[in-house]
């Protein structure tokens, strides 16, 4: 007996792009397919029925993903978070309190340097202050979002450093409220700040 009808599913691409693959580790294109359920005739898919729904997938490897994998960053894109966000706590830190300073901005330029940024000079932190507070925090906020506990209590005590780098006792009012911002876009604690906070003033105290 000949069977002439069956079903089949068709997928079809509604986007591509780059994103990051667990399965390969590293950035690579993908696209994204959609699927519907066809009755067909000799193999031929006729009679549309149900979607069967969507998926990314790999184009390297193949492997398949629920679209939720797009929310996740790239490797390049987490590469680029580091240094954006240094320069935006570094930034921060000197508009409230020490940018006048030659010892805080040296510091300032010394930390983006090495974040990755080794050209970075004082007319880019210059031109990086002039930025909106608004885009700085949401740097921070991206960079916390792939640092581990320990990543970002060094980071805070880093540009509590250069605020004490031209005073170096405690900080100010206006310093210690933007190191507890600071803090809080890299998802720690109002505690957590205070204890980096008193931890490097007492070691930075010449006293």
């Not at 978070?81 to 508009?95: D, E, K, N, Q």
């Not at 409230?96 to 990755?116: C, F, I, M, S, W």
Request: glycine share 10%.
């Amino acid at each position: 007996m000949l069977i002439i009808w069956g079903l089949r599913v068709i997928y079809h691409t509604i986007g591509q792009g780059v994103f990051y693959c667990r399965k390969c580790g590293g950035d690579r294109d993908y696209r994204h397919r959609a699927g519907r359920r066809f009755i067909t005739v000799f193999f031929i898919p006729l009679i549309p029925l149900n979607k069967t729904g969507d998926h990314v997938q790999c184009a390297a490897c193949k492997t398949r993903y629920v679209p939720d994998v797009l929310t996740a960053p790239t490797a390049a894109r987490m590469q680029a978070a580091i240094p954006a966000g240094v320069r935006g706590m570094a930034c921060l830190m000197l508009t409230a309190g020490g940018a006048d300073g030659p010892a805080a901005r040296r510091r300032a330029v010394e930390l983006v340097r090495g974040a990755g940024e080794p050209a970075y000079d004082e007319n880019r932190l210059l031109a990086d202050m002039s930025q909106p507070a608004a885009a700085m925090m949401q740097a921070i906020v991206q960079l916390g979002g792939q640092l581990r506990p320990e990543a970002k209590e060094w980071h805070l005590a880093e540009i509590v450093r250069i605020a004490l780098a031209d005073a170096p006792r405690a900080l100010a009012a206006g310093e210690r409220a933007t190191v507890e911002a600071v803090a809080a876009a890299l998802g720690m604690t109002k505690a957590q700040a205070l204890g980096v906070i008193q931890l490097t003033e007492r070691a930075t105290d010449p006293s």
